[in-house]
């Protein structure tokens, strides 16, 4: 029979299981050569959401990451989540949402890491260096399509796991996965998916993690917040066909002269928003962030280097991160219906369509956002006395997402960077839009964290994406120790 004392020691030994941080990460080191494989055969599917013509690819793509986890001995499930109307009334089904349990200890605390397996469009002839979609390493870099913008994040969450199981130790955490395929379209039936099961698979959810998003600097960051996004669409429409400008010009008021006009009012050339209200509805930046600023790691002139600049729109590094991350901004993307082939061509255009988006920050109300910019775009038209006719239409509308730095989720990922990089991270923002952090927030009331791995320099959505080897191996790395991170917070009872 055995002494209560020597059998309560021996619970404690077993429970208070030492973390092998050194022997997991070298077991990440010596497979290296395996994940970049992994990420090769995954960079090789183009699962381009934006082109209907990929959705195969999209499908298959979705079916491998399923199959992955299933291998590793997920609970995996494939969630429909509706279908997308095509112009002419056909239908086409989204990518099914990938989800995944490995473990349900109730006295372990439960995480779920999101990621996306879609990629922005690519082609050769965009100006890459390199096959985008034929992953490929040079001075340390993997270059492809995805690389960074989410594949290999995704991965080294798979390898993290995988680590743990290949080495017989135990998962600290119960973590589960939900893998999409319609990012870099709006996350298309997400919202809705998320919503129907926040009784069902998220109820047992502690914490969320998103690594979706890069580094500020060569030093590692923990991200709190993102902008939102308005997408407004600007239609003028005039004569009832295209006109030849030798005929008809001097006679006809010209549509794309009106949408010109009227887009030059939305921002002077120093960056300041002329739409009434925008400005007004912004946060004051506190003292405390200002200083926090001062001390992030960023060298303004890589910066430019790396963008091909000689001037920025600030000059010194606390304007500039405020208005990367914490002020509204309005960008003109492009115009339907323009002429834009190489050459000339003598054309009236009889309806243009402009394409813009304001940025969103606290405390700014997308709907409210909507309103100022509709009545503001028809006021200053209305200026020109024109008789074409313009119409505004908001498609998008993503709100911002801001976490509390203070929380002991934020303390794990603070210990995590602290153990792989023995260096304290930077708190940053993001200045782009990852419209599910605000509805994980909304929805399942869940804290959230932004882990990101990726570099700063990774060209997210341009020609030559990249993750870099470093930041690929060292991630998995940092996702290995943050679950045991996650695993010392105290549990609420
Ligand atoms: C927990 O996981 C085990 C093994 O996968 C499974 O048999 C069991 O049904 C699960 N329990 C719950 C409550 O989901
Ligand atoms: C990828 O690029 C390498 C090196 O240029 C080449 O050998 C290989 O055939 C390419 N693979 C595919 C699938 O195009
Ligand atoms: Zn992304």
């Known amino acids: 029979m055995m002494f209560p004392a020597l059998a309560s020691i021996l619970l404690l030994i077993s ?3 030492s973390f092998q941080y050194t022997e997991l990460a070298q077991y990440v080191d010596s497979h290296q050569e395996e994940y970049v494989e992994a990420l090769r055969d995954w960079v090789a599917i183009e699962s381009d959401s934006s082109d209907i013509l990929r959705r195969p690819d999209l499908h298959r793509m979705m079916d491998v990451v399923a199959q992955k986890l299933q291998l590793m001995g997920g609970t995996v499930q494939l969630v429909q989540v509706g279908e997308q109307e095509l112009p002419g009334g056909q239908t086409l089904e989204f990518p099914k949402v990938v989800t995944a349990e490995f473990g349900n200890d109730t006295n372990k605390h ?36 995805g690389a960074s913008d989410n594949k290999a994040p995704v991965l080294a969450w798979i390898h993290a796991i995988e680590t743990y199981q290949a080495l017989n130790m135990e998962l600290p955490v119960n973590v589960k996965f939900l893998i999409e395929g319609m990012e870099e379209t709006g996350s298309n039936g997400l919202d809705a998916m998320i919503l129907a099961q926040r009784d069902t698979f998220f109820s047992d959810v502690d914490y969320i993690i998103i690594s979706d998003c890069g580094w500020r600097s060569r030093r590692p960051a923990l991200t709190y917040g993102t902008r939102g996004n308005c997408y ?71 910066y430019k280097e790396n963008i091909g600049v000689s001037q920025l729109m600030y000059n ?38 402009a394409k813009f988006s304001i940025r969103q920050v606290p405390n700014m109300d997308p709907a409210l956002v909507k309103k100022q910019v509709t009545d503001y775009l028809h006021s200053v038209f209305a200026k020109r006395k024109s008789p074409n006719k313009l119409e505004v239409t908001m498609v998008i509308g993503a709100k911002p997402w801001l976490a509390d730095t203070q929380h002991p989720l934020y303390e794990a990922g603070k210990a ?21 952090a605000k509805t994980f927030q909304d929805v399942t009331g869940k804290s959230i964290i932004m882990l990101p791995i990726g570099g700063f320099d990774d060209g997210l959505h341009s020609q030559n994406e990249k993750i870099s080897r470093y930041n690929y191996i060292e991630g998995t790395k940092l996702f290995i120790a943050f679950l045991n ?9």
């Open 316 to 353: 010194n590094k606390v304007d500039l991160l405020a208005h990367m991350w914490r002020y509204p901004t309005v960008s003109i993307h492009g115009i339907q219906g323009a002429f834009s082939a190489s050459g000339t061509k003598t054309v009236i255009p009889a309806k243009v369509t």
């Open 15 to 17: 429970s208070a299981r």
């Open 110 to 145: 439960t995480v779920c890491a999101y990621g996306h397996v879609d990629v922005q469009p690519a082609k050769l002839e965009d100006g890459w260096a390199t096959d985008p979609y034929n992953l490929t390493e040079i001075n340390g870099n993997l270059y492809g399509r």
């Open 232 to 302: 407004f669409f600007a239609e003028v429409e005039g004569p009832k066909q295209d006109l030849h400008s030798g005929v008809y010009g001097g006679v006809v008021i010209e549509p794309m002269t009106d949408l010109i006009g009227i887009l030059d009012t939305l921002i002077s050339p120093s960056g300041k928003i002329l739409i009434p209200g925008i400005r007004e509805a912004v946060a004051p930046l506190s003292d405390e962030e200002w200083k926090m600023y001062q001390d992030i790691e960023f060298d303004m002139n890589y």
């Open 485 to 493: 991170e996650v695993s010392q917070i105290k549990m609420s009872v």
């Open 416 to 436: 995590a960077v602290k153990k792989v990089f023995n260096i304290d991270p930077d708190l940053i923002r993001e200045g782009g839009t990852i419209p599910v």
